[in-house]
């Protein structure tokens, strides 16, 4: 029997990436999204063009409480695998509001409250079972700090990395794995929208020329590194909130330099 999994904000960027591996894998996967059904679609189409699993897209609004129960209903055999990608960032938190405080609601609630919400509703049926939970934080909160990007930004990543470490407590004795992975300046729509999109072609170079490697990581590096986390053999490594900048969070000097 095919293993289910659930990837949350799967149309575009770390969780398209990671819906393919999975989907190539075999899983059954379940993906949600908010805005962007189009991507959502396409992406369906392009998966069943190819040999691999089965895969639904799910409409989830993460900061609502009855949006979550509607989602879960959908998966009435729970998950075996829970990827918390979903988020918003210092610019695309823009979108939802322009009130400041607003804003800062929205990003505690999206970034870390929803998880947390979505984990409660599903970790006694990964109880029962074994399970894995990977929460996507960011280098950003979750490993250092960068001054330009919003405090409540880092703060809600933050709190990912303290979840994912508290969880890691309370399941010790638990079939259940949870990891925390932080990318760095990754290829994706929401770091274009906080850093890159508004800079001319130059200045766009300019700061991947700072960036370790000389270069931006792509969605799919991350989403293998999200895939590894859920095979057997990173069992050992429980708990791990994982540094996965290029080396960014080490030296995180680098993008203001």
Not at 94 to 99: Q, R, V, Y
Request: hydrophobic share 40%; with cysteine; glycine share 10%.
């Amino acid at each position: 029997m095919s293993k289910t999994v659930l990837i949350t904000g799967g149309s575009s960027g770390i969780g398209a990436e990671t819906v393919k591996l999975f989907y190539d894998d075999g899983f059954r996967v379940y993906f949600t999204y908010r805005s962007g059904k189009e991507k959502a679609t396409a992406l369906i189409d392009e998966l069943q063009g190819r040999k691999g699993g089965s895969v639904s897209a799910l409409y989830w609004d993460a900061g609502s409480r009855d949006s979550l129960d509607e989602l879960t209903a959908q998966m009435p055999g729970g998950v075996d695998i829970l990827i918390n990608n979903a988020g918003v960032g210092s610019a695309t938190v823009k979108k939802l509001s322009d009130d400041p405080y607003e804003q800062d609601k929205q990003m505690m609630l999206v970034n870390a409250v929803s998880p947390l919400w979505l984990i409660r509703k599903l970790l006694p049926g990964m109880k029962k079972k074994g399970g894995t939970i990977v929460n996507v934080s960011s280098v950003g909160g979750g490993i250092t700090q960068f001054p330009n990007f919003t405090t409540a930004d880092g703060m809600s990543k933050a709190a990912v990395a303290f979840m994912t470490r508290q969880l890691a407590a309370e399941l010790s004795f638990d079939p259940v794995d949870v990891f925390a992975i932080c990318p760095g300046a990754v290829e994706t729509p929401m770091f274009g929208a906080s850093t890159l999109d508004h800079l001319t072609d130059e200045d766009r170079k300019a700061v991947i020329n700072k960036l370790p490697g000389r270069r931006l990581i792509s969605p799919l590096e991350i989403a293998r590194v999200i895939r590894y986390l859920c095979r057997p053999e990173s069992s050992v490594m429980r708990g791990a909130v994982i540094d996965a900048s290029l080396g960014l969070g080490a030296n995180p000097g680098l993008l203001h330099a």
